[in-house]
């Protein structure tokens, strides 16, 4: 199992968000969560195709994008263009989800299906031969910083066992009010890509980045360890 933690540049400073994603790097950080909103699918809006332009030139970080956006098959390759590595969209917003995944396919780049804390697990049975990544959003999509919700850690069991029944290997990535009260339980259910906003960002990225690799590397050799 590939275990990553996903810094949410949503809650970076971005002013600094070069400098920002260098100190990522250098702590080992792999990944890096890129939310995308369009003020439509979710109220808040965020930033888009020039921002991610900027920063590949910069940074070599595997970017793992996640469009809030509704209908986002009309964006795919704007986005791969721009340099994404991953193309993560919500079940929710498209009107042909198993479409617009091949479409992301095509366009060259890694797949996810996202679903809302209240759409069902059952929905992403005809996608999951599609997607790389399967993301349970853990709170409403829209805002850092919320609270985690609990019904959630379910879903991610459910999620885990849809995919060992039909002998599909993907990426199972939680999002939202991932913490140190929250990770252990994530990881349990069956997470492994762990996105994390306002744990990371802030004040001391450097040791606070430090220390959510440490509790993600102590859980996984535990993981490891139980078998
Ligand atoms: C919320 C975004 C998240 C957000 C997570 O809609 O998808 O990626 O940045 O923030 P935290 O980790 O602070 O809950
Ligand atoms: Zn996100």
Redesign the pocket.
């Known amino acids: 199992m590939n275990y990553q933690l996903c810094p949410?540049?949503?809650?970076a400073d971005f002013n600094h968000l070069g400098r920002q994603l260098t100190i990522l790097e250098q702590e080992g950080v792999e990944w890096v969560?890129i939310?995308v909103?369009d003020g439509d699918f979710?109220p808040?809006i965020s930033f888009g195709m020039p921002v991610i332009r900027s920063i590949r030139k910069e940074s070599p970080l595997f970017f793992d994008v996640?469009l809030?956006v509704r209908e986002p098959s009309r964006y795919i390759e704007e986005f791969v263009k721009c340099g994404a590595d991953s193309i993560t969209v919500h079940v929710e917003a498209c009107e042909d989800p198993l479409a617009t995944l091949k479409q992301i396919h095509a366009a060259g780049v890694r797949s996810g299906i996202s679903i809302k804390p209240d759409t069902p697990v059952e929905v992403l049975e005809p996608l999951i031969s599609e997607s790389d990544l399967i993301l349970v959003?853990?709170?409403?999509?829209?805002?850092?910083?919320?609270?985690?919700i609990p019904k959630c850690t379910g879903k991610i069991t459910a999620v885990r066992d849809m995919l060992r029944k039909n002998g599909i290997e993907a990426d199972i990535q939680v999002?939202?009010?991932?913490?140190d009260d929250t990770l252990g339980i994530v990881m349990d259910a069956g997470a492994n890509l762990l996105?994390?906003?306002?744990?990371?960002?802030g004040e001391d990225l450097q040791g606070k980045t430090k220390h959510a690799l440490k509790k993600l590397h102590e859980k996984e050799d535990e993981i490891i360890a139980k078998g």
Do not use: C, N, R
């Open positions: 949410s540049i949503l809650s969560h939310d909103m979710v808040s996640h809030m959003m853990t709170v409403e999509p829209g805002f850092g910083g919320q609270k985690y999002d939202g009010g991932i913490a996105v994390a906003g306002s744990w990371v960002f």
